[in-house]
Nanobody, 121 residues
């Protein structure tokens, strides 16, 4: 009922920047929080940043001051601007959204397929 499609990943040198985008589509009634998680090889998936429908944000300590999350409610899109990237930021980045649909008004979590971010030293 809801699809999340990420884009913007890739290979970048340490100190560089990338901007991730995630578009939600489908029978959407409303979107509550939107966020980004990441999973490095052999590690658990962890929160990177999230933003509420009202614009409140929170970040993992490891990315504070370097990453910025934003959203465009009219486009059902969330962005993650990543600056001063480090090799330890290398991971698959997943978009996550809590969405109410036209058919099911109780919010439910949806995930994108993930986009690879690789930071070389």
């Amino acid at each position: 009922q809801v699809q999340l499609v990420e884009s913007g990943g890739g290979l970048v040198q340490a100190g560089g920047s990338l901007r991730l985008s995630c578009v939600a589509s489908g029978l959407i009634f409303s979107i509550n929080r939107m966020g980004w998680y990441r999973q490095a090889p052999g590690k658990q998936r962890k929160l990177v940043a999230r933003i509420t429908s009202g614009g409140s944000t929170n970040y993992a300590d490891s990315v504070k001051g370097r990453f910025a999350i934003s959203r465009d409610n009219a486009k059902n899109t969330v962005y993650l601007q990543m600056n001063s990237l480090k090799p330890e930021d290398t991971a698959v980045y997943y978009c996550n959204s809590e969405v109410s649909t036209i058919l099911h008004t109780i919010p439910k979590d949806y995930w994108g397929q993930g986009t690879q971010v690789t930071v070389s030293s």
